[in-house]
T-cell receptor, first 118, second 112 residues
Framework: DTGVSQDPRHKITKRGQNVTFRCDPI?????LYWYRQTLGQGPEFLTY????????KSRLLSDRFSAERPKGSFSTLEIQRTEQGDSAMYLC????????????????FGPGTRLTVL | AQSVTQLGSHVSVSEGALVLLRCNYS??????LFWYVQYPNQGLQLLLK??????LVKGINGFEAEFKKSETSFHLTKPSAHMSDAAEYFC??????????FGDGTTLTVKP
C-alpha cells in the first residue's frame, strides 16, 4: 500500500512529557499537511509544507508545537510539555502540489495518531 | 475568509432510503469543495470534489453532490442507503494550497 502512513497510531503520555509523531506521505507528493481533530469536530488545520518549506501555520499551533519536514519527504510533529487539552487525533495529509492545479490538488489522509494525555 | 456549516450533526435513515447531508459554505474566492468520509478510528477518505465545470459531481460508492452558487450549498446525496454507508461525513473548502476549512461533520446512521 502506498498511501499516507502515520506512526504511532496511538500514544498515551503523561502531562508534561514530550511526544513526536511521524508522517510518511505518498511518494513524490510535494505538499504535506497536519491537522488536529477532536471528538465531534472536523479536522482543524495546523500547518502545511511545500517540499521542506513550512509555508503556513495556524494560530492553533502554539509555541509548544513544532513541525519539520527536513528533506521534503517525511514529516514530524512534536508537542512539548503536553497538556490534557492536547488529547486529540492528529491527522496528516499529502497532495501532489500540482503547479497551477487550482482545486484539483487533492489531499490524501493518513489513518491518524490518537494522542491521550493523562 | 471561509467557513463551512453542516446542518444536522446526526442523520438517521433506513436502508434503501435517500441520503441527504447538507453543507453550506462561505468563501471570499471561488470555492473548491470536497466531501470526505471517515470510518471509526480511520483517516478521511475522499468521496468527491467540485473544482470547476459541471456542477453535479459524482463520487465513489454512489454518492453525488451538486454545487449551487446561488444557495452557497454543496449537499451530498445518495439515492439508496446501504448499511456500509454508516460513517461520519465532512464537507470542506480546500484552496489550492494553505489553510483548509472543514465542517464539524454529520454522523450518518443507517437502520436495517
Amino acid at each position: 500500500d502506498t498511501g499516507v502512513s502515520q506512526d504511532p497510531r496511538h500514544k498515551i503520555t503523561k502531562r508534561g512529557q514530550n511526544v513526536t509523531f511521524r508522517c510518511d506521505p505518498i511518494s513524490e507528493h510535494n505538499r504535506l499537511y497536519w491537522y488536529r481533530q477532536t471528538l465531534g469536530q472536523g479536522p482543524e488545520f495546523l500547518t502545511y509544507f511545500q517540499n521542506e518549506a513550512q509555508l503556513e501555520k495556524s494560530r492553533l499551533l502554539s509555541d509548544r508545537f513544532s513541525a519539520e519536514r527536513p528533506k521534503g519527504s517525511f514529516s514530524t510533529l512534536e508537542i512539548q510539555r503536553t497538556e490534557q487539552g492536547d488529547s486529540a487525533m492528529y491527522l496528516c495529509a499529502s497532495s501532489p502540489g500540482l503547479a497551477g492545479g487550482g482545486g484539483t490538488d487533492t489531499q490524501y489522509f493518513g489513518p491518524g495518531t490518537r494522542l491521550t494525555v493523562l | 475568509a471561509q467557513s463551512v456549516t453542516q446542518l444536522g450533526s446526526h442523520v438517521s435513515v433506513s436502508e434503501g432510503a435517500l441520503v441527504l447531508l447538507r453543507c453550506n459554505y462561505s468563501s471570499s474566492v471561488p470555492p473548491y469543495l470536497f466531501w470526505y468520509v471517515q470510518y471509526p478510528n480511520q483517516g478521511l477518505q475522499l468521496l468527491l470534489k467540485y473544482t470547476t465545470g459541471a456542477t453535479l459531481v459524482k463520487g465513489i460508492n454512489g454518492f453525488e453532490a451538486e454545487f449551487k452558487k446561488s444557495e452557497t450549498s454543496f449537499h451530498l446525496t445518495k439515492p439508496s442507503a446501504h448499511m456500509s454507508d454508516a460513517a461520519e461525513y465532512f464537507c470542506a473548502v480546500i484552496p489550492n494550497a494553505g489553510k483548509s476549512t472543514f465542517g464539524d461533520g454529520t454522523t450518518l446512521t443507517v437502520k436495517p
